[in-house]
């Protein structure tokens, strides 16, 4: 089955997912040409939290629109790839999302090292790593979730033989199951995360 034919499937089975995928990766390619059209290089003087009317922190605009756009791009960009494959492997489809967040993740953390919205500090790098993180597991969930979703729930709801004894899981028993599956696909996720921030930004 050819990229074209997939694409076409998706978007019949899916059409609200594809078109926020697709809007989504156009509003930040914009915002990336906005960045480097209109704002390029200049600083914008913003209030501080602390001392609002005493001290102002220099926020450049260009580096922030640069590293949201980055992260919309990459993360819907990736998450759909990851949606494509499991239409005919879903096996490696799951297996490869774990890489594929943490990759996407990372490189717009280190997006963010390259050019930073402000001058950045120990805290703001932990803060900034636990956006990305977040960001991602909800961008992932968004686009590939539901199909892992209705796999779960099928094998669940498949009758069982007629001579086993074992009941089939009731709908708490469904909902734990994903929360599980979800919980152990995102703590894989951050710990390779903060592996490769370990190991490139000590």
Not at 40 to 60: F, I
Not at 98 to 103: D, K, S, T
Not at 142 to 147: C, K, L, P, Q
Not at 170 to 183: C, K, P, R, S
Request: proline share 5%.
């Amino acid at each position: 089955m050819s990229l074209k034919t997939n694409i076409k499937e998706e978007f019949v089975r899916s059409p609200v997912t594809v078109i926020f995928t697709v809007v989504g990766v156009v509003v930040a390619a914009l915002a990336l040409l906005l960045a480097w059209l209109q704002y390029a290089g200049q600083p914008v003087a913003v209030a501080s939290n602390t001392k609002a009317l005493e001290q102002s922190v220099e926020l450049h605009l260009s580096n922030l629109f640069v590293v949201i756009s980055y992260f919309f791009a990459s993360t819907f960009s990736i998450a759909s790839l990851i949606r494509l494959l499991e239409r005919r492997h879903s096996f490696a489809a799951a297996v490869l999302s774990i890489p594929a967040a943490v990759l996407a993740s990372f490189i717009s953390l280190v997006v963010f090292r390259l050019v930073p919205p402000k001058a950045p500090t120990a805290s703001a790098l932990d803060v900034a790593q636990d956006i990305m993180f977040w960001g991602t597991l909800v961008v992932f969930v968004a686009v590939n979730g539901r199909s892992v979703a209705i796999d779960i729930v099928t094998s669940a709801a498949s009758p069982n033989p007629p001579n086993s004894s074992t009941p089939n899981p009731d709908g708490l028993g469904v909902l734990a199951v994903l929360g599980l599956t979800l919980a152990i696909w995102g703590g894989l996720v951050s710990a390779g995360l903060s592996k490769l921030v370990q190991l490139f930004f000590a």
